[in-house]
């Protein structure tokens, strides 16, 4: 199971971190991945992380914004957006799978394995 926190409501320019931890297993060689999905919109990839070699992918609209870390030690993959706008207002899933062909095409493929429950991010302007 993978526990999202740390979303919330914040004005546009603010920021925010998010943080997702497994309850059963080490991420040490995952792709653990941050999709969202807005209003009326689908599903989208934002940012996946390859733990084990660092290799990071980012959607453009958030490249820059956003960076995508893991801490091994506290089994634990972040996300911190900064420069928040409305337009990234939406659910935010943390997802991981234990294989890893392209974290590129996984990401935009949504071709991962295990979702959680979603954290809310709310942006006004």
């Known amino acids: 199971n993978l526990v999202e926190s740390g979303g919330g409501s914040v004005q546009s320019g603010g920021s925010l971190t998010l943080s997702c931890a497994p309850s059963e297993y080490p991420l040490n060689f995952y792709i653990m991945g941050w999709f969202r999905q807005a209003p009326g919109k689908e599903r989208e990839g934002i940012a996946c992380l390859a733990m084990f070699t660092g290799e990071t992918y980012y959607l453009n609209a958030v490249r820059g914004r956003f960076t995508v870390s893991g801490d091994v030690a506290k089994n634990t993959v972040y996300l911190q957006m900064n420069n928040l706008s409305p337009d990234d207002t939406g659910l935010y899933y943390c997802?991981?799978?234990?294989?890893?062909?392209?974290?590129?095409?996984?990401?935009?493929?949504?071709?991962?394995?295990?979702w959680g429950q979603g954290t809310q991010v709310t942006v006004s302007s």
């Open positions: 997802v991981a799978d234990p294989i890893i062909t392209s974290i590129q095409e996984q990401c935009v493929e949504a071709n991962l394995g295990s």
